[in-house]
């Protein structure tokens, strides 16, 4: 695949630069890989910053 943002391509620039352009990942399995149950939603939307 290819990825792409504002007609840049980030396809093989690694992780580091994608974060940088502000793309982030969901994983399929939000309640189990992507979020702490027992937070509140605010401290769950900070956790990148951690």
């Known amino acids: 695949g290819q990825m792409m943002l ?3 391509d980030l396809t093989h620039r690694g ?3 994608a974060a940088q352009a ?5 994983s399929d399995d939000r ?3 992507a ?3 027992a937070l509140s ?4 939307a900070v956790l990148k910053v951690f």
């Open 41 to 44: 939603v605010a401290e769950n």
């Open 15 to 17: 992780v580091a630069a």
């Open 6 to 8: 504002a007609g840049v």
């Open 31 to 33: 309640l189990g890989e």
């Open 22 to 26: 502000g793309i982030g990942y969901v």
């Open 35 to 37: 979020s702490v149950p």
